[in-house]
């Protein structure tokens, strides 16, 4: 009955200082990862007014910035909707129209792409943006998302004609990273 984000909480309280995340030449701590997720969070919920299961754009590169705007729009009550800066124009115009995004998450070097002209474009690594997100709250916020609720929608290929987006629930990542879990955890005791 717990979403990806109150795992992540738990883990923060019981394990503040292990690592959660290593990229770009840098690395978080569970606790570090979930303060930052937290002040995107109340900025996201309460400067730009995100709704439940509203879908935010992400284009960013892998690494912890990405896991932070992740985190941050499940804690948020949104659900994200990955964009990969390197597909098609069409694509990703295509993308933007279908899912009716009005927020998306990115870096400087991306926010003044020609597909990014209808949304309202938030680049986390631009002075001011980070300024204005240090002066937020670090508590966690109180939403709690259902199981049922959605995370995040991920788009097909569009291999068989125009790509389709593709619901995921928060009780649907919970169930697989709990199952990962579990099969890595055991496999050290088989014989």
Do not use: F
């Not at 990806?4 to 309280?13: G, I, P």
Request: proline share 5%.
């Amino acid at each position: 009955n717990e979403s990806l984000h109150q795992l992540l909480e738990a883990k923060a309280t019981e394990q503040p200082n292990a690592i959660a995340v290593v990229g770009e030449g840098t690395q978080l701590s569970y606790e570090a990862l979930n303060t930052q997720a937290n002040q995107l969070a109340h900025y996201l919920r309460e400067a730009r007014g995100v709704a439940k299961e509203e879908l935010i754009g992400i284009c960013l590169p892998r690494g912890p910035q990405l896991m932070v705007a992740i985190l941050a729009v499940l804690k948020a009550g949104g659900a994200y909707v990955p964009l990969d800066a390197d597909y098609p124009t069409e694509r990703l115009t295509m993308m933007l129209d279908d899912a009716a995004l009005r927020t998306v998450l990115t870096i400087e070097a991306l926010a003044d792409a020609p597909w990014l002209s209808s949304p309202t474009v938030m680049a986390l690594d631009n002075i001011t943006v980070q300024a204005e997100l240090e002066t937020q709250p670090t508590r966690n916020l109180s939403l709690v998302s259902e199981p049922t609720q959605l995370a995040y929608v991920m788009y097909t290929s569009g291999s068989t004609g125009t790509p389709k987006g593709v619901m995921v629930e928060h009780g649907n990542v919970v169930s697989l990273v709990c199952d990962v879990d579990y099969v890595e955890i055991n496999r050290d005791t088989v014989t």
